[in-house]
């Protein structure tokens, strides 16, 4: 019988820069309780780098971070997926802050699952991510298409700061349905997204359906808005900020 293998199972902070053979943290099954107890997460300027970490590989361990509070990704030329495979619910209860700067290829962040596992987040701050279209991504599973269209809201309760800088191809940032879970937003700063249409958008598959409703952002104090040349409301025709 093989010997269960632990490795890093109390690392706290991981640091990854300049390694551009680097594919993948994590190849085949990980050993027992991999980066259960990481609360940071940085990794810089890994060319070769698709994926940050796959749900499939993860799930093998129980509850892989948890007790993520802070990840920050800078200059990954071939980033992909930030996490791929179908997530497991409150996977990353913990997070707090999200920094992403650089990804040149990424075009979405999170599946619908995800960001309602996303209850702490505090902030969230995106440059420079070119093929970037939307903040959410259309669901991999009719398991995630389910929880889509069910009555469990997707939100950020906690979101206090929105920053988005020089994402040339953003559409839009949310869907109306996902502002309705903003109520502690207080910052928004968007520029230089020059496909940008709307800040909260309706649905794809609600457009051309006439909707009437209110958006209310109680805590919104700064709000920002530069060189968005294609901009042509906040939220949707009917919507009342």
Not at 124 to 141: F, V
Not at 210 to 237: C, D, I, M, R
Request: net charge negative.
């Amino acid at each position: 019988m093989n010997e269960l293998t632990f490795a890093f199972t109390h690392l706290e902070r991981l640091s990854i820069n300049y390694m551009d053979g680097l594919e993948r943290l994590c190849k085949g099954h990980p050993p027992q309780g991999f980066l259960k107890n990481l609360k940071e997460l940085l990794i810089r300027d890994c060319n070769k780098l698709q994926v940050v970490l796959s749900m499939d590989e993860l799930l093998y361990n129980g509850e892989p971070l948890s007790k993520l509070q802070s990840l920050e990704l800078e200059n990954l030329a071939e980033l992909r997926w930030l996490f791929k495979g179908f997530p497991h619910s409150f996977i990353f209860q913990s997070l707090k802050v999200v920094n992403i700067g650089g990804c040149g290829v990424l075009k979405s962040l999170f599946s619908p699952s995800l960001i309602q596992s996303l209850v702490l987040l505090e902030k969230l701050q995106i440059r420079s991510c070119h093929e970037l279209k939307t903040l959410l991504a259309e669901p991999e599973s009719d398991d995630e298409m389910e929880s889509k269209s069910s009555s469990l809201p997707l939100c950020f309760s906690k979101l206090k700061t929105l920053d988005i800088h020089h994402c040339s191809k953003l559409e839009y940032v949310v869907p109306i349905t996902l502002a309705q879970g903003l109520p502690s937003l207080e910052s928004v700063s968007i520029s230089r997204c020059y496909e940008l249409k709307q800040v909260f958008s309706m649905a794809k598959e609600q457009d051309g359906v006439q909707h009437n409703g209110l958006l209310l952002l109680a805590s919104l104090q700064h709000l920002n808005l530069e060189w968005l040349l294609k901009l042509t409301s906040f939220v949707p025709q009917n919507y009342i900020v």
